[in-house]
């Protein structure tokens, strides 16, 4: 398996924009999280899916930001309008099994919001 | 709220030797905790775990200890090698790992030759 595949690795856009992170999980993996990495905050759960369905979404920082699953193999984060401060870099991760078994994450998408 | 801690943003240290780095936790329902290491450009693996009902769990090099009188975890490596260093982020869940895991801001350890 190539592992936890995420879309664009880079992004550059202006702020007020629409941007799309894509996310590719394992095959069979039946948990799907999103993160977020900032120097301040370190690393933050934005939103996890179980089966596909959005189990948590209270890390999910304003209504700007949207995910949604819908299918077993895609996910996407959508942040509209974007702004400065969501610069970050952007992980998806799955797993099988319980919440807490090894997550595997991908290379991430490094978004920079000008 | 940071209710997990890491204190040191980086550490420094010879090949061979070993290197400790250390998490605090703030929640006393934390009973699971996750070490992962990240490379740049990367993102995060797992590198071991430990549940509250141990003390001390090993995989090769590496050794996790708990004290959850203290809410304190430390990872041990040893030896140390070149290649890992990394950026080590600890984690916490509670109800046995069914919550959500919350990380720590990471500490980058650079092993020098």
């Known amino acids: 398996d190539a592992g936890v595949i995420q879309s664009p690795r880079h992004e550059v856009t202006e702020m007020g924009q629409e941007v799309t992170l894509r996310c590719k999980p394992i095959s069979g993996h039946d948990y799907l999280f999103w993160y977020r990495q900032t120097m301040m905050r370190g690393l933050e759960l934005l939103i996890y899916f179980n089966n596909n369905v959005p189990i948590d979404d209270s890390g999910m920082p304003e209504d700007r930001f949207s995910a949604k699953m819908p299918n077993a193999s895609f996910s996407t984060l959508k942040i509209q309008p974007s702004e400065p401060r969501d610069s970050a870099v952007y992980f998806c991760?799955?797993?099988?099994?319980?919440?807490?078994?090894?997550?595997?994450f991908g290379q991430g998408t490094r978004l920079t919001v000008v | 709220d940071q209710q997990v801690k890491q204190n040191s943003p980086s550490l420094s240290v010879q090949e061979g030797r070993i290197s400790i780095l250390n998490c605090d936790y703030t929640?006393?329902?934390?009973?699971?905790f996750l070490w992962y290491k990240k490379y740049p450009a990367e993102g995060p693996t797992f590198l071991i775990s430990i549940s509250s009902i141990k003390d001390k769990n090993e995989d090769g090099r590496f050794t996790v200890f708990l004290n959850k009188s203290a809410k304190h975890l430390s990872l041990h490596i040893v030896p140390s090698q070149p290649g890992d260093s990394a950026v080590y982020f600890c984690a916490a869940s509670a109800k046995g790992g069914s919550e959500k895991l919350v990380f720590g801001k990471g500490t980058k350890l650079t092993v020098n030759p």
């Open positions: 929640n006393s329902m934390f009973d699971y």
């Open positions: 991760a799955s797993s099988l099994g319980t919440l807490n078994t090894e997550a595997f």
